[in-house]
């Protein structure tokens, strides 16, 4: 509450008059703890649920007992600021190392660290575990003194999807460690429980960091006539290109950087080159060579769009890994707002399955809004992903993606951040690689990528470049092994990710205080007669979004209603209407219902109005019949 001139605002923004003016009945307004929903009882991945943040050690909240405009005593639990101890204990979570990319191994000890030295802050689950048997971590971050975590409205984040992409693993770390150890960003933690799943791909991402090979999410081998099986060969760990001479070879060496092979032109005098990934041949038979991995793409995976023609997996939700990403949201309604981290030319990509004009208008307004607010934080361009190719293409969809699934499946507001690649790192913006032309793509962008690495070698840990070995094929005969790796195009310099991240992690704490927020304001009690009394007031959203977020919201299957309860004590009855009055949703901004109820009670018996909703959080009033 805020007073203004003599009079108390209460948190709807809705005035109360002067204590002059006081009704009879006193209330106690008591801290949202929350109530486990019918809904949540038996989910599929209750175990989230079970085992609760443990309690917070070193520090206590204060409660203050006030006298509200009304009469009312109000009783306020706030989280004071950071003690001293609080401060040294928050000092054990590790910082985020930005000079390379995290291991499997160095991911899970990190975690395991942060929730050591998180003084009860972060609680880290296993998500599921991958057909390689890894584990996909889930850190849960939220302040016990607020309630229990799955009580109140949630953020989702998740990176690395896509095996080459471990710096949205960095950018996940980043936002973790910022949420812990700095005092306003922690305090958000206090209204916003935050699901981060830093790296969602472990499988991926462990075969991308060791063997620097192509590959989008995980590796699938289909043996068939002349496909290179990818193999290391030669021992070094590696699985990396082989090339061979051929006077009819379509590639030859970039006459200014004798490291990357280019298509060759007219005029050229070689020598020239044939290539194709490290590995063996199935069946070899001196044809034409193909490849024998199927290249899954766990974000075409999801249901919203998907098409068989684009995603090589049988079916939506094949991949465990997203199966186990979909189970968690859909059986977590109070998230409301997701980020899920990518690689690629920089950008904030939004929801776009459907043409705009076919986008419910008011959806449409506020995915721009913040899509708008995260661009002027982060720098980064919002784009549709229709967009989000050379201005001579037909419109580019992407079926079966991960924002898609999020917004019109589950009325979540949500963006994929394309935080960068090999390009941007040298300089190379959208609008310029967007726009290129393949020449200019496979020689001067390429040369640029590589004069960037030479520039900074001393604090570069990627492995860009493999110096050509010679090496005795038992089909090809005399070959060369080494060359360019995915990571030239694919990977962002390490250090720059500290400050992408900082922008994006700014963002993302923009974009979870819009979260809906429950509140009763105005609660009364009037003696209509013996006994008889009439409780009224108003539940409302002083949130940004809707309860429902998005418009898609409504018919999603883990749309909830707002429900608001009156609970008597004993020897009191509600006479009128029902005890627990349900609104399919309010709006935010202020929007709110009437509540309305007439109670038989005894003079002195207590009355509690309790207002919940999975996004918007649980609220409560206690009323003293007068």
């Known amino acids: ?11 709807a923004g809705f005035p109360m008059v002067p204590p002059s003016h006081s009704r009879p009945g006193t209330s106690l307004r008591s801290h949202p703890s929350g109530r486990p929903h019918l809904s949540e009882q038996g989910s599929p991945m209750a175990q989230y649920r079970q085992r609760p943040l443990p309690p917070i050690r070193g520090s206590s909240a204060e409660t203050a007992r006030r006298v509200s405009s009304c009469g009312r005593a109000v009783t306020v639990i706030h ?29 899970t000890a990190f975690l395991q660290a942060a929730e050591a030295g998180a003084d009860g802050l972060m609680r880290l689950d296993r998500l599921t575990e991958t057909p390689e048997g ?6 849960t971050l939220a302040d016990p003194v607020a309630g229990s975590a799955e009580h109140q409205p949630a953020y989702y984040v998740q990176g690395n999807v896509h095996a080459h992409e471990m710096y949205g693993t960095s950018a996940a770390l980043h936002l973790l460690h910022a949420l812990l150890t700095e005092p306003e960003a922690r305090r958000l933690l206090a209204e916003v429980t935050f699901y981060i799943v830093p790296r969602a791909n472990p499988d991926g991402a462990e075969y991308a960091l060791s063997t620097h090979a192509e590959v989008r999410s995980r590796v699938a081998i289909e043996e068939k006539l002349n496909a290179v099986v990818p193999e290391d060969l030669n021992g070094d760990g590696m699985i990396l290109n082989m090339r061979w001479e051929d006077p009819a070879g379509p590639l030859t060496e970039d006459p200014e950087d004798g490291r990357l092979l280019v298509p060759r032109r007219p005029g050229d005098s070689g020598p020239f080159y044939h290539q194709c990934m490290e590995g063996t041949i199935h069946e070899y038979d001196g044809g034409p060579l193909r490849p024998a991995v199927s290249n899954y793409d766990f974000n075409r995976n999801y249901p919203v769009g998907w098409d068989r023609g684009t995603d090589q997996a049988r079916y939506p939700f094949e991949q465990p890994e997203i199966r186990a990403v979909g189970d968690f949201l859909i059986s977590h309604p109070n998230v409301f707002a997701g980020i899920d981290f990518h690689g690629g030319t920089p950008a904030i990509l939004r929801p776009d399955s459907m043409p705009d004009e076919e986008i419910n208008e008011a959806d449409l307004a506020l995915v721009l809004e913040v899509g708008q607010m995260g661009e002027r934080i982060t720098g980064l361009k919002l784009m549709s992903s229709r967009d989000y190719r050379a201005s001579w293409r037909t419109p580019n969809v992407l079926p079966g ?9 589950l009325g979540l507001s949500w963006y994929v951040i394309e935080v960068g690649w090999g390009l941007s790192t040298a300089g190379i913006g959208p609008d310029e690689s967007f726009d290129a032309q393949p020449e200019t793509r496979e020689r001067d962008f390429m040369r640029r990528i590589m004069r960037f690495a030479d520039e900074h070698a001393e604090t570069d840990s990627r492995v ?31 250090p720059q990710m500290a400050e992408i991240s900082a922008g994006t992690t700014s963002f993302i704490r923009e974009h979870a205080a819009w979260h809906p927020r429950l509140v009763l304001s105005g609660c009364e009690v009037t003696a209509v007669g013996p006994d008889l009394y009439r409780v009224r007031g108003r539940v409302a959203n002083v949130g940004r979004f809707a309860t429902n977020v998005m418009s898609t919201g409504l018919t999603s299957r883990t749309h909830e209603p707002v429900q608001v309860s009156i609970e008597q004590s004993e020897g009191a009855e509600v006479l009128s209407r029902q005890r627990v009055l349900e ?30 909703h999975p996004k918007g959080g649980t609220c409560s009033e206690r009323l003293i019949m007068p």
């Not at 890894?134 to 850190?139: H, N, P, S």
Request: glycine share 10%.
């Open 134 to 139: 890894r584990d996909v971590w889930l850190a």
């Open 79 to 107: 989280r004071p600021s950071l003690t001293a101890h609080e401060e040294e204990a928050m000092s054990g979570v590790p910082e985020v190392k930005f000079d390379s990319f995290y291991s499997h191994e160095e991911l």
């Open 464 to 494: 860009l470049f493999v110096p050509w070995k010679d090496y005795d094929h038992p089909q090809l005969g005399r070959v060369q092994i080494g060359g360019l790796t995915r990571a030239a195009t694919s990977h962002v310099y390490p």
């Open 1 to 11: 509450m805020e007073r203004q001139s003599g009079y108390l605002i209460d948190v």
């Open 401 to 409: 993606n991960s924002k898609d699934f999020a917004h019109f499946g």
């Open 583 to 612: 609104f399919p949703a309010i709006g935010g901004g202020g929007d709110f219902r009437p509540l309305e109820w007439f109670v038989c009670a005894p003079a002195g018996s207590e009355l509690t109005v309790r207002a919940s």
